[in-house]
């Protein structure tokens, strides 16, 4: 009946799926802490301009020298206080954090180091435009003395990675290594529905997502890349919300890139926060995911806030773009 838009057949919640999925439960416990933390956070966002304590800046800066924007502190404590609640969880890494957070070494039960961006693209909160919550769920692999070094694990080793967008609707697309769903949070029942199994990105289309007032900035390969699309027939579409940017290019397939500048030689999206989780979902979803030339998901960190070039999409257009280097 989904076809009139009031009822579906079959309602599979977050935490069913998960469970028909998984055995011991460690991980399911895991996702369904950030799960909650982002229902928090998708009440507080909704609240914007009506509640004093969402929009406006923290007064104080994050480890990158950005501000820190109320949300930005309230969502990252949110993410804490769901994951401390968690008995599995050995550490948390933030963007908004400068250090990571030992919650549990392996000797006391912490199985699981999780890594998130609380609130990307918190700068477009005061405009009511889309963000989003990124998480990465690693498995804790350091002894006790050095748990807190569990989140420096190349892309590769994640146990499941995604992003809750509060757009729209609020909608939560996660992979746990064989394939990506996608839930929307029914604001009714409180729960996160499975609206898609084993989504699949399309294979080519000719949409790119850059911040092009940065074109003179840009090495020669990028502004060749993007001659090439001027001359193509492309679509350019760049919302300045990396959440909402790679959710549009999962769904209408395209590319994104941010790649170094002048001032950012290195880029500027963070590869533990933003970087890995990113790559794997979409290569989940049958895409492809470059620092230039190399996989981004090969990429091992040397510290916590490293700093990484994205080029994620569309097969086609990532050879595209590469084609270019
Ligand atoms: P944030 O994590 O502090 O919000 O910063 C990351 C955001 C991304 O969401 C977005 O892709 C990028 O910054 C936009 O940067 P720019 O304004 O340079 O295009
Ligand atoms: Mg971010």
């Not at 350091?142 to 757009?167: F, N, V, W």
């Not at 979902?281 to 070039?309: N, S």
Request: proline fraction near 4%; hydrophobic fraction near 40%; aromatic fraction near 6%.
């Amino acid at each position: 009946m989904s076809e009139t838009g009031v009822v579906r057949e079959n309602l599979t919640t977050l935490r069913k799926h998960l469970r028909a999925r998984e055995e011991d439960g460690g991980l399911r416990r895991v996702l369904e802490a950030v799960a909650l933390a982002g229902k928090s956070i998708a009440h507080k966002v909704r609240r914007a301009r009506i509640d004093d304590d969402v929009i406006g800046q923290a007064g104080a800066q994050n480890t990158h020298g950005e501000d820190q924007q109320k949300l930005d502190v309230m969502s990252d404590e949110l993410v804490l206080q769901c994951l401390r609640e968690c008995p599995e969880v050995a550490v948390y890494a933030s963007e908004e954090r400068d250090e990571a957070l030992v919650l549990k070494t392996a000797s006391e039960g912490g199985r699981f180091c999780v890594v998130s961006d609380p609130l990307d693209g918190s700068s477009n909160i005061d405009v009511a435009v889309s963000v989003g919550t990124i998480f990465s769920v690693l498995d804790n692999d350091q002894p006790d003395a050095d748990t807190e070094k569990s989140a420096l694990q190349p892309g590769t080793r994640q146990r499941a990675a995604g992003y809750i967008l509060y757009g729209s609707s609020v909608v939560l697309v996660l992979t746990l290594g064989d394939g990506v769903d996608m839930y929307v949070l029914d604001p009714v029942v409180g729960e996160f529905l499975l609206v898609q199994e084993r989504l699949q990105m399309p294979a080519e289309r000719k949409i790119y997502s850059i911040n092009e007032a940065y074109a003179d900035d840009f090495e020669p390969w990028v502004r060749a890349y993007l001659d090439h699309a001027h001359a193509n027939g492309y679509g350019s579409r760049y919302i300045g919300s990396m959440v909402a940017d790679v959710h549009r290019t999962l769904l209408k397939g395209g590319v994104f890139l941010y790649p170094p500048t002048a001032k950012a030689p290195a880029g500027k999206l963070r590869l533990l926060y933003e970087g890995s989780p990113m790559a794997f979902v979409v290569e989940q979803a049958g895409g492809v995911a470059t620092a230039g030339k190399e996989r981004l998901l090969e990429q091992v960190p040397e510290k916590l806030h490293q700093r990484t070039p994205v080029i994620l999409g569309s097969r086609a257009e990532v050879e595209q773009v590469q084609s270019h280097i």
